[in-house]
């Protein structure tokens, strides 16, 4: 007799802190695709819900959703506590929380699946033989954005053709390989933790130690875009944290004092070539009165300042949090 296969164990990991109402939406959607994905048993798919808040905030949210149903949707949801503040942190508890599994997909708490995310992921993994997956993420906006907003294109993110390698990617839709992760001995790195750039940088690492990465196009999850982050402050600010974090990222993977060097010129001259360039582009927009200029010109002219500062060593800490938050 042919013995039977063992199921694989797959953990969908959500990072949160105080979103509890993101959670009540989110977590029925996740164990409907767990369960779907589990259907016919060659996979076993647990939720892990990460709470990130020193309170434990979701802790009670969480157990009301996980106890509604479970039996029916053959997906479990699992609540893990870690009070150490910072996405790395959580990517890491998530990592530690799944010795015996060997696939963990990452998603934000306000994002959302499409239909056939999970599955999209995990079909490619298997057809591809990938150490990780990244998937497409789609906006959506809480109210209509400004003409200047839409023209900047600030919350439009990459679209690929499905097998597509690619060298890093955010975790925000992201399956990793755990096998391949312990092999290579790999940690989201602590130095990131409040600054973002974790993900990039941890998917730097496993490309530079010979895994690679493969694009789905249609294992979407949609972000939801919350008003208040639709002003040009908030989307130039992060501009400039995206450009600051490329050349921390930069400076970590570089193996040797030279190579550090060289680094830190390479992210200087290519941050003032865009400081100028955007900013030209920005003032002809403005001449011409088109928001597409003056919104892209602008984006690339923040992003090129946080490199260069980045490069000159001053760093930015994102998701700092304010001291009653973090007691």
């Not at 060298?167 to 290579?184: F, I, K, Q, S």
């Amino acid at each position: 007799m042919i013995p039977a296969r063992e199921p694989i164990r797959v953990t969908v990991a959500i990072a949160t802190f105080r979103r509890n109402e993101h959670l009540t939406e989110l977590i029925p959607l996740l164990r409907a695709q767990g369960g779907e994905l589990g259907a016919d048993g060659r996979y076993v798919v647990r939720v892990l819900i990460i709470d990130n808040d020193p309170q434990g905030g979701a802790r009670e949210v969480v157990a009301t959703l996980a106890a509604s149903g479970e039996a029916a949707l053959g997906c479990p949801v699992v609540y893990c506590h870690e009070p150490t503040p910072g996405l790395t942190a959580v990517r890491n508890r998530a990592l530690a929380e799944s010795p015996d599994q060997r696939l963990v997909a990452f998603m934000d708490d306000d994002g959302r699946p499409a239909a056939g995310w999970l599955a999209g992921l995990v079909s490619t993994w298997a057809d591809t033989g990938a150490e990780a997956v990244a998937g497409r993420v789609l906006e959506e906006y809480e109210s209509e954005p400004s003409r200047w907003i839409r023209a900047g294109g600030f919350f439009t993110r990459r679209s690929l053709t499905t097998g597509t390698v690619v060298a890093a990617a955010p975790a925000g839709n992201l399956l990793l390989d755990l096998d391949a992760v312990r092999a290579h001995g790999l940690r989201f790195d602590p130095r990131f933790g409040l600054t973002g750039g974790e993900d990039t940088l941890f998917t730097t690492q496993l490309t530079a130690a010979g895994g690679r990465i493969v694009w789905c196009e249609q294992a979407a999850v949609v972000d939801l875009v919350p008003t208040d982050r639709m002003t040009p402050r908030w989307v130039l600010a992060r501009a400039w944290s995206h450009g600051n974090t490329a050349a921390l990222v930069r400076r970590a993977m570089a193996g040797s004092t030279r190579q550090a060097l060289a680094g830190r010129v390479s992210c200087a001259a290519g941050g003032i070539v865009r400081v100028v360039v955007g900013g030209a582009r920005a003032a002809i927009g403005f001449v011409l009165r088109s928001p597409h200029h003056q919104a892209r010109g602008l984006r690339v002219a923040s992003r090129g300042a946080g490199l260069t500062a980045g490069a000159l060593g001053h760093v930015v800490r994102e998701y700092e949090r304010a001291p009653e938050a973090v007691r």
